[in-house]
Protein backbone atom coordinates (compact mmCIF):
# COMPACT_ATOMS: atom_id res chain seq x y z
CA UNK A 1 0.00 0.00 0.00
CA UNK A 2 0.94 3.37 -0.52
CA UNK A 3 2.33 5.41 2.67
CA UNK A 4 4.64 4.29 5.95
CA UNK A 5 4.18 1.06 6.94
CA UNK A 6 3.64 1.84 10.96
CA UNK A 7 4.27 4.19 13.79
CA UNK A 8 7.61 6.18 13.99
CA UNK A 9 9.03 6.37 17.44
CA UNK A 10 11.09 9.52 18.31
CA UNK A 11 11.56 8.31 21.65
CA UNK A 12 11.42 5.41 23.77
CA UNK A 13 9.39 5.09 27.50
CA UNK A 14 10.44 5.05 30.05
CA UNK A 15 8.81 2.35 33.09
CA UNK A 16 11.03 1.95 35.60
CA UNK A 17 9.70 2.01 38.96
CA UNK A 18 10.02 5.27 41.51
CA UNK A 19 11.04 5.67 45.41
CA UNK A 20 9.18 7.45 47.30
CA UNK A 21 10.68 9.90 49.93
CA UNK A 22 8.74 10.23 53.36
CA UNK A 23 9.35 12.09 55.92
CA UNK A 24 8.70 10.40 59.47
CA UNK A 25 9.58 12.16 62.52
CA UNK A 26 12.54 14.40 61.09
CA UNK A 27 14.04 11.25 59.20
CA UNK A 28 14.23 10.45 55.57
CA UNK A 29 13.44 7.27 54.26
CA UNK A 30 13.24 5.96 51.40
CA UNK A 31 10.02 3.52 50.44
CA UNK A 32 9.66 1.34 47.27
CA UNK A 33 6.82 2.73 44.92
CA UNK A 34 4.64 0.72 42.43
CA UNK A 35 5.08 1.41 38.54
CA UNK A 36 3.14 4.09 37.27
CA UNK A 37 -0.70 3.37 36.94
CA UNK A 38 -1.69 2.30 33.87
CA UNK A 39 -3.11 4.76 31.32
CA UNK A 40 -7.04 4.77 31.02
CA UNK A 41 -8.41 2.63 28.50
CA UNK A 42 -8.68 4.11 24.80
CA UNK A 43 -11.79 4.86 24.19
CA UNK A 44 -14.23 4.49 20.94
CA UNK A 45 -17.08 6.37 18.99
CA UNK A 46 -18.14 6.24 15.64
CA UNK A 47 -18.42 8.32 12.52
CA UNK A 48 -19.43 11.26 12.09
CA UNK A 49 -18.83 13.18 8.58
CA UNK A 50 -18.93 17.32 9.10
CA UNK A 51 -16.28 18.29 6.26
CA UNK A 52 -17.16 19.30 3.01
CA UNK A 53 -18.71 17.15 0.11
CA UNK A 54 -15.32 16.55 -2.44
CA UNK A 55 -18.04 17.06 -5.27
CA UNK A 56 -15.74 15.65 -7.80
CA UNK A 57 -17.96 14.18 -11.13
CA UNK A 58 -16.06 12.23 -13.31
CA UNK A 59 -16.42 12.43 -17.18
CA UNK A 60 -17.79 9.07 -18.66
CA UNK A 61 -15.57 6.15 -19.69
CA UNK A 62 -12.58 8.23 -18.31
CA UNK A 63 -10.40 9.27 -15.62
CA UNK A 64 -10.03 12.75 -13.56
CA UNK A 65 -7.81 15.18 -14.61
CA UNK A 66 -5.11 14.75 -11.30
CA UNK A 67 -5.00 18.58 -10.95
CA UNK A 68 -8.69 18.18 -9.89
CA UNK A 69 -7.95 15.70 -6.98
CA UNK A 70 -8.67 16.48 -3.63
CA UNK A 71 -5.81 17.36 -0.94
CA UNK A 72 -5.30 13.73 0.85
CA UNK A 73 -4.68 15.50 4.38
CA UNK A 74 -8.01 16.91 4.05
CA UNK A 75 -10.52 13.90 3.34
CA UNK A 76 -10.34 14.10 7.38
CA UNK A 77 -10.59 16.63 9.65
CA UNK A 78 -9.28 16.57 13.52
CA UNK A 79 -12.75 16.39 14.76
CA UNK A 80 -14.04 13.51 12.99
CA UNK A 81 -10.91 11.75 14.10
CA UNK A 82 -12.36 12.50 17.15
CA UNK A 83 -15.77 11.43 16.89
CA UNK A 84 -14.65 7.89 16.66
CA UNK A 85 -11.44 7.99 18.94
CA UNK A 86 -12.32 11.11 21.41
CA UNK A 87 -8.94 11.18 23.10
CA UNK A 88 -6.83 11.67 20.16
CA UNK A 89 -4.23 14.68 20.28
CA UNK A 90 -1.28 16.38 19.19
CA UNK A 91 -2.31 15.50 15.54
CA UNK A 92 -0.24 15.44 12.61
CA UNK A 93 -0.27 14.97 8.88
CA UNK A 94 1.89 13.50 6.36
CA UNK A 95 1.69 13.90 2.84
CA UNK A 96 1.68 10.40 0.52
CA UNK A 97 2.32 11.18 -3.07
CA UNK A 98 0.24 8.53 -5.47
CA UNK A 99 1.74 7.40 -8.92
CA UNK A 100 -1.31 7.22 -11.53
CA UNK A 101 -1.37 5.18 -14.40
CA UNK A 102 -4.12 4.68 -17.40
CA UNK A 103 -6.34 2.33 -16.62
CA UNK A 104 -5.93 0.41 -19.59
CA UNK A 105 -2.10 0.07 -20.26
CA UNK A 106 -2.93 -0.69 -24.20
CA UNK A 107 -4.78 2.76 -24.47
CA UNK A 108 -3.44 5.96 -24.97
CA UNK A 109 -4.02 8.20 -21.98
CA UNK A 110 -6.23 11.45 -21.78
CA UNK A 111 -3.89 14.83 -21.17
CA UNK A 112 -3.41 15.28 -17.57
CA UNK A 113 -4.93 11.83 -16.27
CA UNK A 114 -1.57 9.97 -15.83
CA UNK A 115 1.54 11.24 -13.74
CA UNK A 116 2.55 11.90 -9.93
CA UNK A 117 -0.45 13.31 -7.46
CA UNK A 118 1.46 14.88 -4.35
CA UNK A 119 -0.79 14.62 -2.00
CA UNK A 120 -3.11 12.01 -3.03
CA UNK A 121 -2.81 10.38 0.34
CA UNK A 122 -1.68 11.64 4.16
CA UNK A 123 -0.71 9.53 6.85
CA UNK A 124 -2.47 11.05 9.78
CA UNK A 125 -0.77 10.40 12.96
CA UNK A 126 -1.59 11.47 16.63
CA UNK A 127 -1.34 10.24 20.35
CA UNK A 128 -4.05 8.05 22.17
CA UNK A 129 -3.62 7.19 26.03
CA UNK A 130 -0.15 5.44 26.60
CA UNK A 131 2.30 5.27 29.53
CA UNK A 132 5.39 7.40 30.03
CA UNK A 133 6.15 9.80 27.13
CA UNK A 134 3.89 10.93 24.90
CA UNK A 135 6.32 12.82 23.45
CA UNK A 136 5.59 10.58 20.04
CA UNK A 137 2.82 9.93 17.88
CA UNK A 138 1.78 6.60 18.55
CA UNK A 139 -1.02 6.26 16.43
CA UNK A 140 -1.63 6.50 12.71
CA UNK A 141 -4.44 5.92 9.95
CA UNK A 142 -3.51 6.66 6.30
CA UNK A 143 -5.83 7.05 3.79
CA UNK A 144 -5.18 6.92 -0.16
CA UNK A 145 -7.18 7.25 -3.00
CA UNK A 146 -5.53 5.55 -5.68
CA UNK A 147 -8.28 5.85 -8.68
CA UNK A 148 -10.64 8.93 -9.21
CA UNK A 149 -12.62 7.67 -12.59
CA UNK A 150 -16.36 6.95 -13.56
CA UNK A 151 -18.00 5.12 -11.31
CA UNK A 152 -17.88 1.84 -13.74
CA UNK A 153 -14.50 2.07 -14.20
CA UNK A 154 -13.53 2.09 -10.55
CA UNK A 155 -15.96 -0.76 -10.33
CA UNK A 156 -14.42 -3.12 -12.61
CA UNK A 157 -10.77 -1.97 -11.26
CA UNK A 158 -11.84 -3.12 -7.71
CA UNK A 159 -13.65 -5.94 -8.68
CA UNK A 160 -10.57 -7.42 -10.41
CA UNK A 161 -8.02 -6.07 -7.46
CA UNK A 162 -10.43 -7.87 -5.25
CA UNK A 163 -10.09 -11.49 -7.27
CA UNK A 164 -6.64 -11.02 -6.99
CA UNK A 165 -6.27 -10.53 -3.26
CA UNK A 166 -8.73 -13.39 -2.61
CA UNK A 167 -5.73 -15.77 -1.76
CA UNK A 168 -3.78 -13.56 0.59
CA UNK A 169 -3.45 -13.71 4.05
CA UNK A 170 -6.40 -12.93 6.41
CA UNK A 171 -8.77 -12.10 3.19
CA UNK A 172 -11.85 -10.84 4.33
CA UNK A 173 -14.55 -9.35 2.19
CA UNK A 174 -16.44 -6.77 3.98
CA UNK A 175 -18.63 -5.56 0.71
CA UNK A 176 -20.92 -2.35 1.89
CA UNK A 177 -20.80 -3.23 5.82
CA UNK A 178 -18.59 -0.34 6.38
CA UNK A 179 -20.19 2.04 4.55
CA UNK A 180 -18.39 2.87 1.08
CA UNK A 181 -20.16 0.56 -1.70
CA UNK A 182 -17.54 -1.98 -1.46
CA UNK A 183 -14.54 -2.66 1.10
CA UNK A 184 -12.39 -6.04 1.79
CA UNK A 185 -9.55 -6.04 3.89
CA UNK A 186 -5.66 -8.40 4.15
CA UNK A 187 -3.30 -8.75 6.55
CA UNK A 188 -0.35 -6.32 6.37
CA UNK A 189 2.89 -6.09 8.56
CA UNK A 190 1.72 -3.95 11.05
CA UNK A 191 -1.47 -3.91 10.75
CA UNK A 192 -4.59 -4.64 8.08
CA UNK A 193 -5.40 -3.03 4.52
CA UNK A 194 -7.97 -1.97 3.72
CA UNK A 195 -9.65 -1.25 0.13
CA UNK A 196 -12.70 0.55 -0.68
CA UNK A 197 -14.59 2.27 -3.06
CA UNK A 198 -17.04 4.86 -3.51
CA UNK A 199 -18.78 6.29 -6.75
CA UNK A 200 -15.88 7.36 -8.70
CA UNK A 201 -13.22 6.35 -5.53
CA UNK A 202 -10.76 3.90 -5.45
CA UNK A 203 -9.26 4.20 -1.71
CA UNK A 204 -7.13 2.23 0.58
CA UNK A 205 -6.64 2.44 4.56
CA UNK A 206 -4.43 0.96 7.36
CA UNK A 207 -2.75 1.91 9.77
CA UNK A 208 -1.85 0.64 13.64
CA UNK A 209 -1.54 1.95 17.41
CA UNK A 210 1.16 1.15 19.62
CA UNK A 211 -0.96 3.18 22.52
CA UNK A 212 -0.53 0.92 25.73
CA UNK A 213 -4.73 2.26 26.32
CA UNK A 214 -5.38 0.02 23.62
CA UNK A 215 -4.11 -3.52 24.38
CA UNK A 216 -2.26 -3.91 27.97
CA UNK A 217 1.24 -4.84 26.96
CA UNK A 218 2.48 -8.21 28.49
CA UNK A 219 5.15 -7.04 29.95
CA UNK A 220 9.12 -8.45 30.57
CA UNK A 221 9.17 -11.79 30.60
CA UNK A 222 5.87 -12.39 28.56
CA UNK A 223 6.20 -15.67 26.37
CA UNK A 224 6.05 -15.74 22.71
CA UNK A 225 2.61 -16.70 22.55
CA UNK A 226 0.80 -14.35 25.06
CA UNK A 227 2.61 -11.56 22.51
CA UNK A 228 1.57 -12.55 19.81
CA UNK A 229 -1.90 -12.98 20.85
CA UNK A 230 -1.46 -9.14 22.45
CA UNK A 231 -0.37 -7.94 19.00
CA UNK A 232 -3.42 -9.85 17.05
CA UNK A 233 -5.92 -8.25 19.76
CA UNK A 234 -3.99 -4.55 19.05
CA UNK A 235 -4.62 -5.40 15.16
CA UNK A 236 -8.11 -6.62 15.49
CA UNK A 237 -9.14 -3.65 17.62
CA UNK A 238 -7.76 -1.15 15.53
CA UNK A 239 -9.08 -2.30 12.42
CA UNK A 240 -12.82 -2.89 13.69
CA UNK A 241 -12.98 0.38 16.04
CA UNK A 242 -10.89 2.67 14.09
CA UNK A 243 -10.35 1.92 10.28
CA UNK A 244 -13.83 0.97 10.23
CA UNK A 245 -15.11 4.71 11.24
CA UNK A 246 -12.53 6.21 9.22
CA UNK A 247 -13.43 4.48 5.88
CA UNK A 248 -17.06 5.33 6.61
CA UNK A 249 -16.20 8.80 7.34
CA UNK A 250 -14.04 9.45 4.39
CA UNK A 251 -17.10 7.35 2.25
CA UNK A 252 -19.99 9.95 3.49
CA UNK A 253 -17.31 12.77 2.14
CA UNK A 254 -17.17 11.14 -1.25
CA UNK A 255 -20.78 10.87 -2.31
Known amino acids: MHG ?4 RRAGRRSRAAALCVTAVAG ?8 EDSPPPSVEF ?5 AGD ?3 IQAPPNASVRLSQW ?11 IQAFLPQAKSFEREPVKVSILNFDPLAESDPGTTGDVPRGGCEFSFNLPDGGSSDYANSHITVTVTALADPALIAKRYDEDKQDKTKEKDFTDLAATWGPEGCYRVGGVTGDEVYCRQGPYLFELDGSSSA ?3 VKDPGVGAKPA ?7 KRRTIWTEKALSQA ?4 AARMS
Do not use: F, Y
Open 226 to 232: ENLAAAE
Open 70 to 80: PDGCKLLTNGE
Open 53 to 55: RLG
Open 247 to 250: ARTV
Open 4 to 7: NDGP
Open 212 to 214: EGL
Open 27 to 34: ATLLTGCS
Open 45 to 49: GSARP
